[in-house]
């Protein structure tokens, strides 16, 4: 059973000690403003204010991870641990104390860390690819394409909802990165081929199975698609629900004949999110 607790009740932690011990992996999140982050944190914490939460949603870490919320006052950290788990966080823990009282409660200086990630499979996948033109297709709030661009990447982030757009140019200004975005609708018509084509497609949480062959296109000799979507069995715990917009148990093997597997995996049939992961490259 994990230390943490149910999505219903976030845990209260006496100490910082206390909750590292819990869960080695925690990510703390500093929910106090900026002028106090600076004057001193817990190293390799992450800042968001509570206020900052809806607003900067794709900076909060996946709700798969567990996350200790810290303050000066215990009550703000608690208020925003109940947040968290609103919005389906399921391992949060808040410090029942304030921070200043911690030994280590402010012992860095350095830049907030990054807390957020479009897929821990997406970022081992692209570990070490050399960076040239990348695309995130259906980008979302472009935490993918951000992520890239970070890593020297010449990154797109193509979407159809202008809102998910102007979110993801927030987030690129807010990390000092250029990202190229598009509004376009992938589900009305099918892109022209782009010249010169990508040496990387990103796919995360989106299924268009008419897509499969232009993206196959899309990729330049040598270029990776690095895909992780919904599967059959996602329904059972919440959307997406229907068909359309969830794989078959190992179809993405066969979806693009013209690519080598490099890497698959499909998550538990009972630990949501289930979801299918494959990264392939086009020979050349």
């Known amino acids: 059973m994990s230390p943490w607790a149910s999505i219903h009740t976030p845990r209260p932690f006496a100490t910082l000690a206390e909750a590292l011990a819990a869960s080695p992996g925690v990510r703390v999140l ?4 900026e002028d106090a982050f600076a004057r001193g944190h817990v190293a390799g914490a992450g800042r968001l204010s509570l206020e900052e939460f809806a607003e900067r949603r794709a900076e909060l870490p ?9 303050d000066d006052v215990s009550e703000r950290a608690h208020a925003a641990a109940e947040a968290l788990a609103a919005l389906g966080y399921g391992h949060v823990g808040w410090l029942a104390r304030p921070l200043g009282d911690e030994r280590d409660g402010r012992a860095s200086t350095a830049p907030a860390a990054r807390l957020w990630s479009p897929s821990a499979f997406v970022e081992r996948a692209v570990a070490g690819l050399a960076p040239g033109r990348a695309l995130d297709l259906a980008c979302g709030s472009g935490r993918a394409a951000v992520l890239l661009a970070l890593a020297g990447w010449r990154a797109e982030g193509w979407d159809a909802d202008a809102s998910a757009l102007a979110r993801a140019r927030a987030l690129a200004e807010r990390h ?3 990202i190229v975005l598009r509004e376009l609708d ?4 099918i892109p022209a081929v782009p010249e010169p084509p990508f040496d990387l497609i990103v796919v995360v949480r989106y299924l268009h199975r008419p897509l499969f062959p232009w993206i196959e296109r899309a990729l330049a000799p040598g270029g990776t698609l690095v895909y992780e979507t919904f599967r059959d069995g996602q329904q059972a715990f919440g959307p997406p629900r229907r068909e359309r917009h969830l794989l078959r148990r190992g179809e993405l093997l066969g979806a693009f004949p013209a690519l080598a597997v490099e890497q698959h995996e499909e998550t ?3 630990m949501p999110p289930v979801l299918t992961r494959m990264s392939a490259r086009k020979p050349g």
Do not use: H, I, M
């Open 30 to 33: 500093d929910v106090r403003g």
């Open 62 to 70: 996946a709700r798969e991870v567990a996350v200790l919320v810290v």
């Open 176 to 178: 000092r990165v250029d």
């Open 186 to 189: 992938l589900e009305a018509f």
């Open 268 to 270: 538990p049939d009972d």
